[in-house]
């Protein structure tokens, strides 16, 4: 995520992706779209929960459920797709899934071989205030566990504030029918809880595969500055992040620290094969997803509807959206660029798409191949500045050559994030830190990076989790005590080690840790050839001392 401090201009983010896709309604749902209705921001442009209740839907969704007890979406039915959208059986077009990421180059790590594998669905008709989804998780832990753990992340603070709301409606765990338990986990009063349990009547040995079913339903807050919200503007919907997230993570097990109420990414995954990611869109409605688009068609059960499909060989996050947007895509060095613009915004979808070409480039010759075939970047009314996704990316709807440090800083979050995953909460400075050294890197302002002189209460506080820095009450201090910060402090690192040995280091480190979660221990054994570069790393508080 990109936090514009150095001009102290606060750009509002709205990350949305929006539409859980193939969900058949009911008979009554078969009419043309009605009005994208919203309320007015408040005050400050930070924007309210809806003003009255979102309509709840009506009818069962296509997507969700067949069979099982009570059916229609009650816990123990099995998630089922529309047929013409069964895995075996391709759409028009339709590519191979191994065409969806670069091939790995020479030394870097494969992904992991026992990664889960997960296929999604979400339903966005004309409503985009209730979105319901399926999901099915198959999951080989590495070690024994007795329950199965989701996040869901749409009830952090800083989202549910703005009306946004996840709930898991049904789940079943190897086709056994079970009852969630919801816990808070950061989650404010009054909205349902961050963090999702479902117990394992026999427990799960290490190596076997269990495979679980859920449905949900996600209420869609208006004008939200983060990753999931709608605007009544201009009829889109993004979403990230907008659906339960298997917490995971190999070597550790389950990850259930309590959200932070504090603007900025909380997320931990590993990485996941998406089988495929169907969405059910309006005709006419442009659909930007994750991962390779193979295909779309008219849905055979919502007239008046399209089925788009995605899928990705291994990613750790989704994200899309949904709108009447104007879409440019082009080839960049072997990347497919994808920029989708509402009407009316500030720049066009080519300047967007110029800017991210450049970055690409800029940031490949340093840190090597883009790991992405795709690249999905998504302009969005509501979102500040920037929130980054493996191989997507929303943006404010400002102008990336007004504000230059956004399309390189969230472009560098492709490789850190996107291919070498992170604790973002325990440790922001990972991902946060490197994309704002490499930022600073290719548009000029290192020099000015390495002056910066941090805040008394932050300084050489690099290495504090995000906790640490909501306890503060202060958004500016958290930007200013890992970012820009951890961006001079990557930059001496830089000039001790030498530009070319610290270059060949850094991407030693990217390679080695691809595809997995990565901790400060591994940064500093990477550089644990250069002393200075260690004892650079601890002077800030990046590594313990």
């Not at 550790?252 to 603007?263: E, H, M, N, R, S």
């Not at 969405?279 to 008219?298: E, I, R, Y």
Request: proline share 9%.
């Amino acid at each position: 995520m990109t936090i514009v401090v150095r001009t102290f201009v606060l750009v509002v983010v709205l990350t949305v992706m929006a539409a859980l896709g193939a969900c058949t309604p009911s008979a009554g749902d078969l009419t043309a779209p009605t009005a994208r209705p919203g309320d007015t921001p408040t005050s400050g442009g930070q924007a309210g929960p809806p003003q009255s209740p979102p309509p709840r839907p009506r009818g069962p969704s296509g997507c969700a459920v067949t069979g099982g007890p009570g059916g229609g979406g009650d816990a123990g039915s099995k998630v089922s797709y529309e047929q013409p959208l069964s895995a075996e059986q391709p759409l028009s077009g339709e590519q191979p899934l191994a065409a969806d990421r670069a091939p790995q180059p020479a030394g870097r790590a494969a992904p992991w071989k026992d990664r889960p594998t997960v296929s999604l669905c979400f339903d966005v008709r004309s409503d985009p205030r209730v979105v319901r989804g399926s999901e099915q998780v198959t999951f080989t832990p590495d070690r024994r566990t007795c329950e199965i753990v989701f996040r869901a992340w749409p009830n952090k603070p800083e989202t549910a504030r703005a009306g946004n709301q996840l709930e898991v409606t049904s789940a079943a765990v190897d086709g056994r029918r079970e009852i969630p338990k919801v816990e808070a986990a950061g989650a404010p009063p009054g909205s349902p809880g961050t963090l999702v349990r479902l117990p394992v009547s026999r427990c799960v040995a290490a190596g076997r595969t269990v495979q679980v079913d859920l449905t949900f339903t996600l209420t869609v807050g208006e004008n939200t500055p983060e990753r999931v919200g709608y605007s009544p503007r201009d009829g889109t919907v993004w979403l990230g992040t907008a659906y339960p997230l298997l917490a995971w993570q190999r070597g550790k097990g389950w990850v259930t620290d309590p959200a932070v109420d504090l603007f900025g990414e909380t997320v931990t995954s590993e990485e996941f094969r998406l089988r495929r990611l169907d969405v059910v869109a309006p005709a006419g409605d442009q659909v930007l997803g994750t991962g390779q688009a193979v295909g779309s068609m008219p849905s055979t059960k919502v007239r008046g509807s399209v089925v788009h499909r995605f899928r990705a060989e291994s990613v750790r996050d989704v994200s899309l959206t949904v709108g009447r947007l104007r879409v440019e895509s082009r080839d960049v060095d072997g990347v497919r660029v994808h920029v989708g613009v509402p009407d009316g915004s500030v720049a066009s979808a080519g300047e967007w798409a110029d800017a991210t070409a450049a970055a690409i480039r800029a940031l490949s010759s340093h840190l090597g191949p883009f790991p992405y075939r795709d690249l999905w970047v998504t302009v969005a009314a509501s979102v500040g500045t920037g929130i980054e996704f493996p191989g997507s990316i929303q943006f404010g709807d400002v102008s990336p050559t007004r504000y230059p440090e956004l399309v390189p800083h969230e472009v560098a979050h492709m490789w850190f994030y996107g291919l070498v995953g992170n604790d973002q909460a325990r440790d922001p400075w990972l991902d946060e830190a490197l994309a704002e050294y490499a930022e600073t890197l290719v548009d000029g302002t290192a020099a000015r990076s390495m002056r910066f002189q941090a805040p008394s209460r932050v300084r050489d506080r690099v290495g504090e989790s995000m906790s640490w820095y909501a306890a503060l009450h202060d958004p500016d201090l958290y930007a200013a005590g890992v970012y820009r910060q951890g961006g001079a402090m990557l930059h001496r690192a830089r000039q001790a080690a030498g530009p070319a040995t610290f270059d060949r280091l850094l991407r030693g480190y990217l390679n080695a840790n691809a595809h997995r979660i990565a901790t400060p221990r591994d940064f500093a054994r990477a550089f644990a050839s250069r002393p200075k570069v260690i004892a650079i790393l601890r002077e800030y508080g990046a590594i313990p001392r």
